[in-house]
Structures are given as structure tokens and as C-alpha cells.
């Protein structure tokens, strides 16, 4: 996870192009798209602190 960028305190807002709200749907995406599929799909994603709001793209190849 490190590795593609995720970090705690990352707030997924889409994956795949599909808006997230909550980690059920994120859980519910990834399983659509299959798991092990090895599939490379676009996650946005936003991290705040007090002083920035940044966003940017992760691309996350699904399966091992």
C-alpha cells in the first residue's frame, strides 16, 4: 500500500470512475472488478491537514 501512495488518513472519494462514499463501496467496486483480475484501476483520493486539502490519483493494479 506504501508503495502506490496509500498512506493513513487518505480518504478514497472514487475508484475506477465511480464515486465512493463509504468502505463498503469501495469493498463493493473492487470485488465488481475483480480482485484478482490485475486489473489497474484510477483511485481518487484527498488528504487534510490544518493548513492543506490535496487530491490526487493513485493507480492501483488489483491482484497480487
Known sequence: ADRIGFVRGLRILSAGGEPV?????????????????????????????????????LNVRLGR
Open 21 to 57: 462514499a463509504d468502505e463498503w463501496d469501495v469493498f463493493s467496486l473492487l470485488t465488481a472488478k475483480g480482485l484478482l483480475s490485475a486489473e489497474e484501476i484510477e483511485v481518487r483520493v484527498r488528504t487534510e491537514d490544518e493548513d492543506t486539502i490535496d487530491e490526487k490519483t
